[in-house]
């Protein structure tokens, strides 16, 4: 049973980080290419940034790119998002999500390509 479990989400001044953390399970975490999502209210889930299976190729929304870092460590089974200069408008549930095949990622990458997904983790930011 697959399993997918956000943290590190919370209330942040304007300017301010985050690192989000999932923790994986029931599945092989290796095979799999990972993505963070964020669902702001009132607007559908969007993609923020995924990582492939080895790590070497990584992908962001425009909107996020140069603040956002995604990275992965196999050994534990963990995909984390560093959220840098965060904004106002960074404020949204953050899903965590593993592709729907192995071995497998094909930009532009949406909600429909990923089949697995976590409870998510709100980031509230203040202005």
């Known amino acids: 049973q697959v399993q997918l479990l956000e943290s590190g989400g919370g209330l942040v001044q304007a300017g301010g980080s985050l690192r989000l953390s999932c923790a994986a399970s029931?599945?092989?975490?290796?095979?799999?290419?990972m993505g963070w999502f964020r669902q702001a209210p009132g607007k559908e889930r969007e993609f923020v940034a995924a990582?492939?299976?080895?790590?070497?190729?990584?992908y962001y929304a425009d909107s996020v790119t140069g603040r956002y870092t995604i990275s992965r460590d196999d050994t534990k089974k963990t995909v984390s998002l560093q959220i840098d200069s965060l904004k106002p408008e960074d404020t949204a549930v953050y899903y965590c999500?593993?592709?729907?095949?192995?071995?497998?990622?094909?930009?532009?990458?949406?909600?429909?390509?990923?089949?697995?997904w976590g409870q998510g983790t709100q980031v509230t930011v203040s202005s």
């Open positions: 990582i492939n299976w080895r790590g070497y190729s990584k």
């Open positions: 029931g599945f092989t975490f290796v095979d799999y290419t």
């Open positions: 999500a593993a592709h729907r095949r192995a071995f497998s990622i094909s930009p532009p990458l949406g909600v429909r390509d990923f089949g697995s």
